[in-house]
């Protein structure tokens, strides 16, 4: 398997954990985490290019869930 080929796998099995993550409920740090070390693998294999929309989704994704997910905030006294 070539370098290029192996990175792509790394990749994809990255981005597949962290949206199994995400399902189950793990922690938003660890997800991200999981995300931004695939755009690691990708940005050292010259993959970065179409790679990088791809995270980028899931992070917008996994802010937004973060904004939803928090408590109310309650009104001053």
């Known amino acids: 398997m ?3 080929a192996y990175a792509r796998a ?3 099995h990255l981005l597949v954990t962290g ?3 995400l399902k189950q409920g793990v922690s938003a740090e660890k997800v991200r985490a999981t995300y931004e070390e ?3 693998v990708a ?3 010259g993959l970065e290019k ?3 929309p791809l995270v ?3 992070l917008a994704d996994l802010e937004r869930l973060a904004r939803e997910s928090r408590p109310p905030e309650l009104p001053a006294a």
């Open 2 to 4: 070539s370098e290029k």
């Open 38 to 40: 695939a755009l690691e």
């Open 50 to 52: 179409s790679v990088r």
């Open 10 to 12: 790394k990749i994809q």
């Open 56 to 58: 980028e989704i899931r």
């Open 19 to 21: 949206d199994n993550r």
């Open 43 to 45: 940005r050292e294999a």
